[in-house]
């Protein structure tokens, strides 16, 4: 089992910007990717990032999130970030961190995500 706590979010106005962080824990070993989703109020949960975990690859974006967000991530610490810059209301959303593991999925509880405009 894989487990991951999200911390980070918060209140912001729209312009500014906010870091999250995503802890592993658990058989970290096995994890060969990870990423960031959200979810709005009344929205299905969509992708915002993805990259590999155990080697280098490129990092996938959402195109909604290009040139704002930056993920990257520490392996020593099991730790993955999201930096987002120039928030905007609609980045309002409850944001997921996701690992997996082959063909299995982890999940966190999550962190709320607010932007005012």
């Known amino acids: 089992q894989v487990q991951l706590v999200e911390s980070g979010g918060g209140l912001v106005q729209a312009g500014g910007s906010l870091r999250l962080s995503c802890l592993a824990s658990?058989?970290?070993?096995?994890?060969?990717?990870m990423g960031w989703y959200r979810q709005a109020p009344g929205k299905e949960r969509e992708f915002v990032a993805t990259m590999p975990w155990r080697s280098f690859g490129r990092i996938n974006y959402a195109d909604s999130v290009k040139g704002r967000f930056t993920s990257s991530r520490d392996n020593a610490k099991n730790t993955m970030y999201l930096q987002m810059n120039s928030l905007e209301p609609e980045d309002t959303a409850i944001y997921y961190c996701n690992a997996g593991s082959g063909s299995r999925e982890y999940w966190g509880q999550g962190t709320q995500v607010t932007v005012s405009s």
């Open positions: 658990g058989r970290t070993f096995s994890i060969d990717r």
